[in-house]
Every structure is written in C-alpha cells, then in structure tokens.
C-alpha cells in the first residue's frame, strides 16, 4: 500500500509495483499456497466432460490427464509417460488404466506399473516405479481430486447444502477465468460490490433491490467467514449472507430477491470452488441449487448452467465488448484486475474487511502447512454431513424513527448468530428451528435495537471490526 | 421472375450495416443474417441466449415479411469461437424444429462479426 500521497497529475512519481502477493498466489508443486490447496478436495472437471478420450488438464499448475478407463474408474495422472515422457492423452484406455501410445506401458488408476512390454520377461523394472496419480470422487456431476500427500487424505466433505432441502437437485457448472484465483474468490468476500458493480455504477444487473447500499459484516464460523449484507426493501429486511469457506469454497443466495415477500432459506442457489489451472488461470466450478426454499418461484433457468454457461449476468466473457465496457459483470471486474492481482497497488478500505480477514485466515492455513500441521478441515458430524451458515432472510421489519443502519446490523448479527448457533441440530430440522427463533425475535420485536438486552447480543467477540 | 421486393422495417431488428431486413422473389424470402440483439439494444450473454434471441428476430422479419407459417429451407451459421460454441448452439438450435423437418444448414467458424457479437444466422424461407 502506497505511504504518500502524490502530486495531482504525478503519475510519473506513482510507479507500480509488481511485485504480487506470491505466498496466497502462486500454487505449483511446492509453493506455500499450493502445498495449502493441496490439503483439500478440489473440483477439477464435469463428469459429463469426461468422454471416451483422455483429457488433457492442468491443475494447480501440473500438467495431467484426465480419463476414464473402461472398468468405469477414474484415472488422474500426471501427464507425461514415466518412461520416455510422452503425453498420456494420446494414451488408449484400457480395462483397468490407461496404456502409453509410444511404448506401450500400461498403468493403473493409482499410477501402479502394471505392464513394460519391452522388457524382456521377468524384468522386476515395473515394480520400482510409480507413476504419479492422485485420488478421485465423483459428487453432485463434479470430478474431485485430492492432490495432497495421499497418507493425509481427508473425508470428503459433503456441505449440508448439498444434501438438504430434500429434493435438492444440483447442475454442475463451470466458468474459465484467465487470471490467478485469490482475486477470484475473494468477490465473494466483498460483498459491496453488489450495490456497485451490479447496480449503483453499471445499471440494474440483477435485480433493482441490489442497488440499495447494505451494512456489511464478517463474523468468523468454523469453516471460515460468514459474509453478510443487509439490506432495507421497503417495510423488509433482506440479509444475504454467504459462506466462505477456507480455503477456496463459497456459496451465495440468488440473485433474483426483489425484496417483497417473506423469505427463510438456511441454504443456497450457488456453491462453488475457485481452482487454480495455474497461477494466472482458474475455473469457477460447483453447483447450482434448485429446491423450493432457495428458489419458490422457480426463478432459475437450468438449461442456462453447465460448462461455460450459468444463469447469471455477467459472469463470462460472452457479450459484446461494448457491452460489457458498459455494463462490465463479475468476469470483467475481476479478470481486469490482471493475470495476477498486485496488493501492494491496492489501497483497501473500510468495506474491505472481509477481503483483509480472508487474507488473514488463508495465511493462517498456509502457515499450518509449513509448519508441518495438517491445516483444519471442514468438521464432520455423525452423518458426515458438514453444517454451513449460508442464508438468505427476508423478514418485516418496518422502519422506526431509530437509526435504521443500527437496526439493520442489530438484525443481520442477530440472525446470523442464529445459523451459526444451530449447527449441531440435524440438517433439516435446523432450518425449522432458526426460523422458529427469528420469528420469535420477530414477534418481541427484539429487531429494534432499543428492545434488545445487550447481553443477548451475538457474541462479539467473534465479529471482526 | 416477379420484381424483387425488398422489405425494411423501421422498428424491426436493429440494423447494423446498409441492407434490406429481408428481399422476396417469387415466394421465397431471402432473411438478412439476424445479431443477437434485443430490442434494448443489448446482447444476452451466453451463445444459449444469443441463438434464441437470433431466432426471434429471424421471426419477427419473417412474421412482417407475411412469411411467418412458411417453411424454412436452408440457414446458414456463423459463429466466432466454433470450438467453445458450436455444441452448446446446437443444443437450442435443435430444439427450434421438428426433427422431421430440419433446414439444410451450413455452420461455419469465422473470426469476426458485426457489433462484436459472437453468432449470426441467415435464412432462406419458401412460402408452401
């Protein structure tokens, strides 16, 4: 951050840095930031995009490929042939791995050497190398891979959203993104940038009840940070509270509340990874939801998500220039901000605390791993089923000659502390009973700040101001 | 053969360059190569949008033109990233027809398009 303000037309006296933040940004093999990433289940493609041929693909900046052999398994593997280095996505598929093209060695799943057909018999060559290859699982049309040491291999994590509300049902998306993955993911930590990018600046993108300037906060959960904005429409309250998720994870609530009607949904429209291709490349992946109490009215357009498409403005490359020069979206905001974003140009503000919190707690993780910990993993209850605190509120909570920005946070807090209390309640029942608590606040009107106890306060020492 | 007759519509789809919307001869109408473009003025985004968007500006020169029950005979598709879009256009393309009466159809990559938008598609239309 710059340390003295310059002269008016000096930029001459304002070099810039490029210098970036390498220790959150670069993930090759052996970096900080990737040994941290590496820890974790990681999405890597679509199912629906692994076909008969082997895939080439480049993950945390490792060339690999791909594939699916015929036994039905998948394979991950390290691109290049073990014994003379040529690309396995010319490789064949086989009943049980995959076969190199160029000499014809033969390896398993797990990168065992099944077959050197050069080698004369009772050659034990086979049995002295491995193959690198990594762990896989299929979830919700998703391809996972873990890319850590395979002796510190974590349970996948099921988040409960992905499971609940009954009926759930879940389209995989993925979106490219040609810049480094922490600018990325922290959109979803800078929750003001709804009001201007997708209204205030640009024009109404989403819906008009965005462009109304929330009050924003970060309180820390287990997973990682709760990010919250609350907004007034009219005689409502509407929080929007998104998850984020160390290290890379988050979700978010729809993007077509128009503010009017009553709504609680302890769930979400959206859960996505950010995945590093490489350091200057990365995949927005996950899931759209579609149930009945994150979407009612069935707002969502299925046909629209998927690879490279999803059903909201603004979040690829594919509008006209002009376009997108006047009304830019997520994409262009972020992608804009370099193949790899500099911090030490940047000079962050009181409506970035999360994006500092962020920081704080990846830098944490990564510290974890240096130090020779295994970082924390999403915590795993008896149906190993993971809680989140993802919400999107919409109660009446009409305006009072008290100061509604006061009212406003009292609310968002108090709710927020609500999921947040919750979580060891069974996935399900959990919604029914925060609603039956907000409701009861509701009722007393305990909204109002002047009707609140302050020992009933959310904990603050948990909020990050 | 009759004399050509060449239809401009004031409030049809934008016009971006110097052309009729469509030119009819003998019961044929030959369709200009319609933009995704919206009455707005702006592009959806997502080639899905922009093929839909495309055929509804198709139909409504179509529909003007007094053409709008005739019988699509060929189309002719133009798009600037063939790799990324050409499956995903199909996909809503195929939905657009009966399967039993297809349009012969050419599809082509081709490196730029007007207003930067990423798919055109013209038509020639037989009246029955």
Known sequence: ?????????????????????????????????????????QPIALVSEVKEMPIPIRVLGEDLVLFRDKSGDLGLVHRHCSHRGTSLEYGIIAEHGIRCAYHGWLYNVDGTVEETPSEPPGSRLKESICHGAYRTHEFAGLVFAYMGPPEETPDFPVYDTLVWPDGNHLVPYK?????NWLQVHENAADPIHTAYLHSIVTGVQFTPAFAELPVIEFFETPLGLLSVATRRCADNLWIRASDVILPNVAQFGTGFVDGSKEKFALCAAFTRWIVPVDDTNCWVIGVRHFNDVIDPRREGREEDIGLGKIDLMGQTDERPYIDRQKSPGDWDAMVAQGPIAIHRNEHLCSTDKGIAQLRRQLRNGIGAVRSGAVPAQPRLYGTGIVPTYNNETILNVPRTTADDTTV???????????????????????????????RALQAEGAFYPQAAAPAQNFAEGAVNV | MSEPIHHFFQDGPVAVAPYSHAVEVDGWLFVTGQMPILPDGTVPEGIEAQTRTVFDNLRSVMARCGFENAHIVQARVFLTRFEAHYERMNAVYAKLFPPESLPARTCVGVTGLARGCDIEIDLIVKKS
């Open chain 1, 1 to 41: 951050m710059a340390t003295k303000k310059r002269p008016p037309f000096g930029g001459f006296y304002n070099p810039l840095s490029r210098e970036d933040d390498t220790e959150l940004t670069r993930v090759g093999p052996g970096t900080p930031c990737g040994d941290y990433l590496r820890r974790y289940w």
């Open chain 1, 175 to 179: 979106l490219d993104m040609p810049c």
């Open chain 1, 408 to 438: 406003l946070r009292d609310f968002g807090r108090k709710v927020c502390a609500e999921a947040i209390r919750s979580e060891p309640l069974p996935v399900g029942e959990r919604q029914e009973q925060v609603e039956k608590a907000v």
